[in-house]
């Protein structure tokens, strides 16, 4: 089956780094119009709009995912500009240390409103279309965190599980409307995030110890699940939590 997006609408959030830019680079490849998300970099969404904007429909929105308001009328813009969103990919998220009885109220409602309330933020907005035109795919960015707790890390790892919740809740909730909820959860990706851990090689060599591929995913490893998720070779798949982490945690 070769996958083509050609006539598809993707909103993806978090689009100018990490896994967000692989998936925007992949499905922009795949002919998809594309809607993302960013924070700071306007110069890296200038870059992605320039590099794709002769073959298709392409347009980086700023966004605050903390400010509630301001996303709302983002994304309701977005609906608008491109006349509705066919496949959502909820990436947008960050990860920063946070000792449980050490971390404040406003460090844990950071994570949480960025990496789990927008999700369910976006999704509320895009559901509508989705269901009247019986048809949709929305892929959530989880983690291996959300499935076996991270320490020093337990917001995020909350935000991550809760993610994980959302996926096959929503998945029972919208699968009559012929609409797929499905979730990646991957384990360590080389991204800016990560990249400042990872610099300690001895923590890097303990890393790679625990993973039977003996790598660390790129982004682009991430994005091609997420793709595959998006296309009609995965539309029985629904509510599935798909792992890629080189076989570190074994569970389904």
């Keep these: 089956m070769i996958i083509n997006f050609k006539k598809r609408r993707t909103l993806i959030t978090g689009g100018t780094r990490g896994i967000g830019k692989a998936c925007v680079e992949l499905f922009a490849e795949a002919d998809s119009e594309i809607a993302f998300t960013y924070n700071e970099s306007s110069a890296a969404a200038k870059?992605?709009?320039?590099?794709?904007?002769?073959?298709?429909?392409?347009?980086?929105?700023?966004?605050?995912?903390?400010?509630?308001?301001?996303?709302?009328?983002?994304?309701?813009?977005?609906?608008?500009?491109?006349?509705g969103i066919d496949i959502l990919i909820n990436n947008a998220g960050i990860w920063e240390f946070g000792e449980a009885d050490c971390m404040t109220l406003e460090e844990w409602d950071?994570?949480?409103?960025?990496?789990?309330?927008?999700?369910?933020?976006?999704?509320?907005?895009?559901?509508?279309?989705?269901?009247?035109?019986?048809?949709?795919?929305?892929?959530?960015?989880?983690?291996?965190?959300?499935?076996?707790?991270?320490?020093?890390?337990s917001h995020y790892a909350a935000s991550k599980g809760g993610m994980i919740a959302f996926t096959k809740s929503l998945a029972a909730e919208v699968g009559k409307y012929n609409i797929n909820v499905n979730a990646v959860a991957p384990g360590w990706v080389l991204t800016e995030m990560?990249?400042?851990?990872?610099?300690?090689?001895?923590?890097?060599?303990?890393?790679?110890?625990?993973?039977?591929?003996?790598?660390?995913?790129?982004?682009?490893?991430?994005?091609?699940?997420?793709?595959?998720?998006?296309s009609e070779a995965?539309?029985?798949?629904?509510?599935?939590?798909?792992?890629?982490?080189?076989?570190?945690?074994l569970c389904g």
């Design 47 to 83: 870059e992605l709009e320039q590099k794709f904007k002769s073959r298709i429909k392409i347009k980086g929105y700023q966004v605050d995912m903390m400010n509630t308001g301001n996303l709302e009328i983002t994304v309701k813009n977005i609906v608008e500009d491109f006349g």
């Design 110 to 153: 950071k994570t949480i409103k960025i990496n789990l309330s927008s999700v369910f933020t976006v999704t509320k907005i895009v559901l509508p279309g989705m269901k009247e035109r019986k048809s949709g795919k929305i892929i959530n960015v989880s983690s291996t965190a959300g499935q076996r707790g991270e320490a020093f890390h």
């Design 234 to 249: 995965a539309r029985h798949i629904n509510g599935e939590i798909l792992n890629i982490n080189g076989g570190s945690v």
């Design 194 to 230: 990560s990249n400042p851990t990872l610099a300690d090689k001895k923590y890097l060599e303990k890393v790679l110890s625990e993973i039977p591929l003996q790598r660390i995913a790129t982004a682009e490893d991430i994005a091609g699940p997420v793709f595959f998720l998006a």
